[in-house]
C-alpha cells in the first residue's frame, strides 16, 4: 500500500506508530508545502514522498480520512478525540515511542466564542485536553483522531487534523485535513 492513495472517499493512508523504532529508514525523495503557507499558523500542512512503499505492520497502521463527513463532526461544537506525537516527556527528554492524551475536540465557530475572538482561520479546529495531560514541544505536526467505533464494536480511525499551534494556555488550533481535500488527494 502508499503512503497515500487519492482513489477513492474514505481511503485509509498511513500513520508512522513509531518510526524510530523501526529497523528500516525511508528517504523522503519530495516535500510539498501547501502554497497558502503563512510562517507556521495558516495553510501549515505538507505532503512527504518517500522513496519506498511502507508496509502496514505494528509501527505502521492505517487510517482513514473521512471525506465523506460520515461522523458529522464538522457539525457537533464538541467531540472527543485523541492527538498523538514524540514531544517532550515530563523528564525533558524526547519520547523514543508515540505517546496519546485524550482532548476535546471544538469546532472553529465554538473555539472564537470561547477565546473571545474571532480569529480561528477557517482551516483550524480547536483542542483543549480532558485529563490534565497536554502537548510538550516537538508534538507539533502529530495527529488528532476523534473516537469513533463502527456499529459492530470495531475501531476505525479517522485522521482529522494535524497539531499546529498553541493559542492559547489551555487551547491548540489543529489544521483540519478536510479542508485540504482537493490538495491532498492530487499533489503527487
Not at 474514505?10 to 497558502?36: C, E, G, M, W, Y
Not at 464494536?153 to 492559547?168: C, M, P
Request: charged content about 20%; overall charge negative.
Amino acid at each position: 500500500m502508499d503512503v497515500l492513495s487519492n482513489s477513492s472517499k474514505d481511503q485509509p493512508i498511513l500513520i508512522l506508530n513509531a518510526l524510530v523504532k523501526l529497523s528500516t529508514h525511508f528517504q523522503v525523495i519530495r516535500i510539498k508545502v501547501h502554497n497558502t503557507y503563512e510562517n507556521g499558523y495558516g495553510g501549515d500542512i505538507a505532503m512527504l514522498e518517500l522513496n519506498d512503499t511502507l508496509k502496514i505492520s505494528s509501527q505502521v497502521m492505517p487510517a482513514c480520512i473521512d471525506w465523506s463527513n460520515k461522523l458529522k463532526l464538522l457539525d457537533k461544537p464538541y467531540v472527543s478525540g485523541l492527538i498523538a506525537g514524540w514531544g517532550r516527556t515530563e523528564l525533558g527528554d524526547y519520547s523514543d515511542e508515540l505517546r496519546s492524551t485524550e482532548v476535546l475536540m471544538i469546532n472553529r465557530t465554538t473555539c472564537n466564542k470561547r477565546l473571545k475572538f474571532p480569529n480561528i482561520p477557517a482551516d483550524k479546529w480547536c483542542i483543549i485536553s480532558e485529563d490534565g495531560s497536554w502537548l510538550s514541544y516537538g508534538d507539533v505536526g502529530g495527529i488528532l483522531f476523534p473516537k469513533y467505533e463502527e456499529g459492530t464494536g470495531e475501531k476505525t480511525y479517522y485522521l482529522y487534523g494535524l497539531i499546529s499551534v498553541s493559542i492559547g494556555n489551555d487551547t491548540v488550533a489543529v489544521t483540519n485535513v478536510l479542508s485540504y481535500e482537493y490538495w491532498i488527494q492530487h499533489i503527487f
